[in-house]
């Protein structure tokens, strides 16, 4: 793993949420974009070499609007940087980490994802992602 690419924050609305951090980073929303797949909207902010990415959910079914009911708003996942995904989901699932994705899947920012089950890393949600070539 290359280096914390961004730390995932689950929201209820992106519209209260980007100013709030826009303010406490000092720095602007830098892009949003939607994931259909995941059920969600996205923006992101630059913080030094790592991000962090807001998560809205579009629909009560997905991953982020259970978990605000859940647990409320806050922090959802960690996200490592790595150059090859699916050799690290190889090397992650020998070592008995449960991989979440059979394959990679698209990500927002440009990225290729996958997820490792909080049961098997301390009960913190893992994201693994690479950037798309």
Do not use: W
């Not at 807001?54 to 996942?77: C, D, R, V």
């Not at 990679?104 to 440009?110: F, S, T």
């Amino acid at each position: 793993m290359m280096k914390i690419e961004h730390l995932g924050i689950a929201v209820k609305e992106l519209a209260n949420s980007i100013p709030l951090f826009e303010q406490l980073l000092n720095t602007p929303c830098y892009k949003t974009e939607g994931v259909e797949s995941e059920g969600v909207n996205t923006a992101f902010f630059q913080t030094g070499d790592s991000k962090i990415e807001l998560l809205e959910a579009t629909n009560a079914t997905s991953a982020i609007a259970k978990y605000i009911e859940k647990k409320g708003e806050g922090i959802h996942h960690i996200a490592f940087e790595v150059e090859n995904i699916e050799a690290e989901m190889k090397r992650l699932s020998a070592l008995g980490f449960e991989v979440l994705n059979e394959r990679p899947k698209e990500g927002a920012d440009n990225k290729l994802i996958c997820f490792l089950h909080p049961k098997t890393t301390n009960g913190v949600l893992i994201e693994l992602c690479q950037e798309r070539k």
